[in-house]
């Protein structure tokens, strides 16, 4: 074992444990504003999985998606709803604690048995490289690319017309 | 390669996380935060396989996931700020307004 690996299993369990710890947060904590920028850990965590994975483009993109955009737009949600959390006397508690706790185990039970069985190939096949990704996205996926595109169209008019106020004037904040 | 064993582990707990986090949370939010879970579990496990064996499709899909992921948020929190328009709620089991 060289220095090399070893340092590269401390950076992976170092970014797992981060990953870990504020995914359990992003779920139990009662502040949502909270569990938001837990959330935002969670990303920065896997992005960092990304580069140990070698996928740079990935990690430069999940940042800028998800904790640029996605985020962004989660704590927006939050703090425009942020009157109905404060009155917390009529927040419901977690529902089925119990039930959804085992069966979550259970669950990972079963992936972490089925992934015993799993072979990883031993040679290294080396990183992908980006010129590849981008050669693979307008050759054989150009299909699912356009999809996406579509979709992106589709979601933005609809996150639109269904965020849009009925009257056209700003509703009056003052209620 | 017991590092890709630790981030497929990691990545299934990811995934169980959210999933618990959809079965108790209540507020709209919060089941959306958890679901985003969900999916960056199956990113970080396209693009270890695809790292594990060499192939440019993972990374590509991984890409179409995080694009999928913020359509499904712009459009999630946009039904949620109507729904606290229409109903005043945001937690999910209050929203039946639609029930006969």
């Known amino acids: ?18 990953v870990l710890t504020s995914a359990v947060l992003v779920v139990l904590v009662k502040n949502l504003f909270r569990a938001a920028l837990s959330l935002g850990l969670v990303l920065l965590g896997v992005a960092g999985l990304f580069i140990l994975l070698e996928a740079e483009f990935l990690a430069f993109v999940q940042v800028l998606v998800y904790v640029g955009a996605i985020l962004t737009l989660v704590v927006f949600a939050v703090m425009l709803t942020a009157r109905e959390q404060a009155q917390s006397a009529a927040a419901p508690s977690s529902r089925a604690q119990l039930p959804a706790a085992m069966a979550s185990i259970a669950l990972f039970g079963i992936l972490t048995f089925v992934g015993q069985s799993l072979v990883m190939p031993s040679a290294d096949p080396g ?3 980006l010129t590849r990704l981008g050669e693979e996205l307008i050759t054989e996926l150009v299909l699912p690319f356009e999809v ?3 979709v ?5 008019v609809g996150a639109i017309l269904l965020a849009m106020s009925p009257k056209p ?5 003052s209620k | 390669m017991s590092a890709m064993r630790l981030m497929v582990t990691v990545s299934s707990a990811l995934f169980c996380l959210g999933v618990y986090g959809v079965l108790t949370r209540r507020s709209a939010i919060a089941i959306l935060l958890a679901i ?3 999916l960056n579990a199956a990113t970080l496990n396209f693009v270890i396989f695809g790292r594990a064996l060499g192939n440019p499709q993972a990374q590509a899909f991984a890409l179409f996931i995080i694009a999928l992921a913020a359509c499904e948020a712009a459009i999630g ?3 949620i700020i109507g729904l606290y328009r229409n109903a005043k709620t945001i937690w999910a089991d209050q929203a039946r307004i639609l029930r006969g």
Do not use: H, K
């Open chain 1, 1 to 18: 074992m060289d220095i090399g690996t070893i340092a590269f299993a401390a950076c992976a369990g170092g970014f797992a444990v981060l």
């Open chain 2, 36 to 38: 985003e879970l969900i």
């Open chain 1, 169 to 173: 004037p700003m509703p009056s904040a």
């Open chain 2, 77 to 79: 929190l946009a039904i």
């Open chain 1, 152 to 156: 992106f169209v589709a979601a933005l």
């Open chain 1, 127 to 129: 990183p992908v490289s």
């Open chain 1, 148 to 150: 996406i595109s579509l």
